[in-house]
């Protein structure tokens, strides 16, 4: 979200008032208050964490979550790729609003997020590891990549995924910077948040269950290697998992086939393959599930385990070759589905609730926790009525949630923006305009795994299903935004090149393709650009006897020198 607008300013305004800012001293929360603790990882698919996903490994601390708290059953990212879905779940609000339209995309690093509001009121504030909410992160190819998605081309972006195994059969620390982040939260909470007269709030991000890098894959590499140790690959059933179904390529939807072919994943492969991708990844969530069981028994150790609110999720899933794709950015289950358990005072033991929740609905819950009020401009609603048996009307002037979620997407890998809307038994998808690509209707009830698209064969109820969504957001009012927003920064990163444009672009990740023909995609990308500047032409014209003369021979000259 960019400062300056009035939608940001408004947004800011009501956060800081919820925050007391300026108030001095600091108000000091009431010790009877829990400490919270929210552990979130990268790419954890959801449906592990219940029957039947939880039979393909052993993951005893998420089951220790479980068995003492409150797993959801349908949680979901509001956008299934990383800075885009953090940026949400630290700022409450829809990706449309954060306009944090892909991974280079997210929020101003002064951003009010709700661990600011906590500290403002009193609460000890620590983070360990990864956040990934604010701007200018992941490489060059990521963004340019997310930039050209309209372009008429077809590019490999990613790396072929593949395995990798390593060390031996009593190595258990295998990613190593994660480890280390978990032993500073581990110590910090035995050396200092002991000691705390006032609650804490704690958070530690995980780069795990995401994939490794692939360094053969060309400028800051893509991530398809699913890497992991003998120690790690004995947690897996074998037997449990299961090989998905694939269509076939000429029967994809046509956003799928994008994804997949630019995922590197259009080729032939083979079931063991397949079998041991996802043995691979399950492998890496239970090495996950153990850094989560190290904070866990931190806690317990020094006595804070009864006194603190404990809550895990992830950022999003990973597909692990379901739908013929690794990787999200996808609105299929894999992809879109996140675990979320929370355990603690006055938390349910072994519930299970089946509600849809989002990520956006983390911001108002650690407010509601830590009995800061909420303020009325949020996504999302807390979550702690449905964790205590509340009525929601009586705890939040809103009134009850909603009955659906909302996850989007425009980013890289797809050649559309998407948008997507889960209520009841129904997933809706659909795309761009609404119009120029076909929807996507799945009925998870009869068909769990996304298979057979019932759009045509329900067609009030994507009407119906669509008006919910345009009340929500003004989709192709967005998706058009985000067009305008790639070409403009796309112009902008190809004028800072200068000469050296063909050669950063011919060895970016699709170095592979393009080099191929490096002529016929230079051409591509100029066609996709001539409606920039003829834009920029009627501008001109519109505005002509407002300016001088002078004041457009520089525009005239880079647009003649563009066209």
């Excluded at 009431?30 to 592990?48: E, I, K, M, T």
């Excluded at 490994?57 to 790729?81: E, Q």
């Excluded at 969504?469 to 190809?494: G, M, T």
Aim: glycine share 6%.
């Amino acid at each position: 979200m960019r400062d300056g607008g009035p939608l940001e300013r408004a947004a800011l305004a009501l956060l800081l008032m919820a925050a007391g800012a300026g108030a001095r001293p600091r108000p000091a929360a009431p010790r009877d208050q829990s400490n919270v603790v929210l552990v979130a990882c990268d790419s954890l698919d959801g449906r592990l964490t219940f029957f039947p996903g939880n039979q393909t490994v052993n993951l005893p601390s998420i089951n220790f979550m479980k068995r003492h708290g409150t797993v959801f059953l349908n949680a979901y990212t509001n956008s299934p790729i990383c800075c885009p879905s953090r940026a949400a779940m630290w700022s409450g609000l829809f990706t449309h609003l954060t306009e944090s339209w892909n991974n280079f995309k997210g929020l101003d690093p002064d951003y009010v997020t709700w661990m600011d509001l906590m500290e403002k009121h009193g609460y000890h504030a620590q983070k360990f590891g990864k956040l990934d909410f604010t701007s200018g992160h992941h490489s060059v190819s990521n963004r340019v990549e997310a930039w050209t998605r309209d372009v008429n081309f077809l590019l490999r972006q990613e790396g072929r995924p593949m395995v990798k195994l390593t060390g031996h059969r009593k190595q258990f620390r295998v990613m190593e910077t994660d480890w280390r982040n978990t032993d500073k939260a581990v110590n910090w909470i035995k050396e200092e948040a002991v000691n705390f007269t006032r609650p804490f709030i704690l958070y530690l991000g995980l780069n795990l269950p995401h994939p490794y890098p692939s360094p053969y894959a060309g400028e800051n590499f893509g991530s398809s290697t699913f890497l992991t140790s003998p120690y790690w690959l004995e947690k897996v059933n074998y037997e449990a998992i299961k090989i998905p179904k694939w269509s076939a390529l000429s029967e994809m939807h046509r956003v799928d086939y994008y994804s997949s072919y630019t995922k590197n994943c259009t080729g032939e492969f083979s079931k063991e393959e397949v079998r041991n991708i996802r043995a691979f990844y399950y492998a890496m969530c239970a090495e996950t599930d153990a850094m989560l069981g190290e904070i866990i028994s931190a806690l317990r150790d020094t006595g804070l385990l009864g006194k603190t609110v404990i809550i895990f999720t992830a950022d999003h899933g990973e597909l692990a070759m379901e739908h013929r794709q690794f990787y999200k950015m996808s609105m299929y289950e894999g992809s879109s589905h996140v675990p979320l358990l929370v355990m603690g005072p006055g938390i349910r033991e072994q519930q299970q609730i089946p509600n849809v929740v989002s990520l956006v609905d983390i911001y108002p819950t650690m407010l509601d926790i830590a009995r800061i009020p909420v303020p009325q401009n949020l996504s999302g609603y807390s979550l702690i009525p449905l964790l205590r048996e509340k009525a929601e009307s009586e705890t939040s002037p809103r009134g009850p949630r909603p009955s659906w979620v909302l996850s989007e997407f425009h980013g890289c890998n797809v050649n559309s923006s998407v948008y997507m809307l889960r209520t009841g038994k129904w997933k809706y998808i659909t795309y761009s305009d609404g119009s120029s690509v076909p929807p996507q209707l799945f009925d998870l009830t009869a068909d769990p795994d996304e298979l057979t698209n019932v759009a045509i064969k329900f067609p009030v109820t994507v009407h119906s299903l669509d008006k919910i969504l345009r009340s929500i957001v003004n989709y192709p009012k967005v998706s058009s935004s985000v067009q305008e927003y790639n070409k403009q920064q796309f112009i902008s990163w190809k004028q800072s090149l200068g000469h050296n444009y063909s050669s950063v672009i011919a060895n970016l990740r699709w170095h592979q393709d393009w080099l191929k023909d490096q002529k016929k995609y230079e051409n591509a990308i100029d066609k996709w650009l001539e409606t920039a500047y003829i834009q920029i032409l009627f501008l001109k014209s519109f505005l002509f006897q407002k300016a001088s003369p002078g004041f457009w021979e520089p525009l005239n000259k880079d647009c003649q020198r563009e066209l």
